[in-house]
């Protein structure tokens, strides 16, 4: 199935990408352009988050494949996190006031030393490092975030995963008073729900992130702790975890039990393998207006093949 860009993408970004194409890549910056200095419609609202993406920082400007990073302003104003809305647009409006301090997220299950962590306390124990990744979504479009995070693996060694434990299943804070999606959008079965096996889990790529840009995360994008498994698709990276459990079945996440003819539990990035809606063979780059081909594990199978040996990748979306 091919995909008009358009299509998946918010007008605003599509078009200033349009016009990016058509002035040059020389002549303005990728950051100009998405902070709106070319929408031409006299002045504009600042966007949500404006100020947070002043100074930010990181330690390089493209990813180890010389992918630009995607601009700030993009990471923060085009996201899904359907427990405010399926708007991408809207999300950051809708989820600005989540409470996100205190905030706890209890960790048990199959293991030997179940354990609450205050989310402070994770930042202090952990200290985050950046990790640059690719991050591909099911919908067919694509960024790379500077993320700030910490191996979900040393986590995970501290409370000492018994030898029954054969999955990880991660659940979001379930608050309808909050989340205006929990209650509206009725269809999904609240909480959001994934998990991973015990060792792509344990997978050094694998992190919780805190942070992009050298900054706390904000809400809309998994305030306070999210997940992040840069070679499966975005909808696995669980936002704004409260509770994680080792267990020995394969748990069922929202998208398996909301529709399992569409999403598998692996999901890894495999241009050969499609969802029906959407084609995986390539994607669109936000920013970009060309569409770029789609890498198996999304570029990271030298890092993470192993962990699939002998299983048939077309088998599994
Ligand atoms: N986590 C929760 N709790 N709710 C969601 O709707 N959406 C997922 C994932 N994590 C989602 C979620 C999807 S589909 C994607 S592509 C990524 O978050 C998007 O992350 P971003 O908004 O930070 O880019």
Known sequence: MKINPSEITPERLFYLSRRQFLVGAGALTMSTLFLGGCRGKGPEPPPIGAGYCDSVQASRSTDELGDSLTPCQSVINYNNYYEFTTSKEDVADLSRNLRTSPWEIEVGGLVNKPRVYDVDDLRQKFAPEERIYRLRCVE???MVIPWLGFPLAKLLK???PTSKAKYVRFETLYDPEQMPGQKGLSFYQWPYVEGLRLDEALHDLTILATGIYGKSLL??????VRLVVPWKYGFKGIKSIVKIDLVEEMPTSLWMATASNEYGFYANVN???HHPRWAQSSERRIGELERRPTLLFNGYAEEVARLYQG???????
Not at 219 to 224: D, E, L, S
């Open 271 to 273: 241009p050969e393998v």
């Open 311 to 317: 299983m048939d990748l077309r088998k599994f979306f």
């Open 219 to 224: 809400p809309q994008n998994g305030a306070p």
């Open 140 to 142: 067919a479009w694509s």
């Open 158 to 160: 501290e409370v000492e």
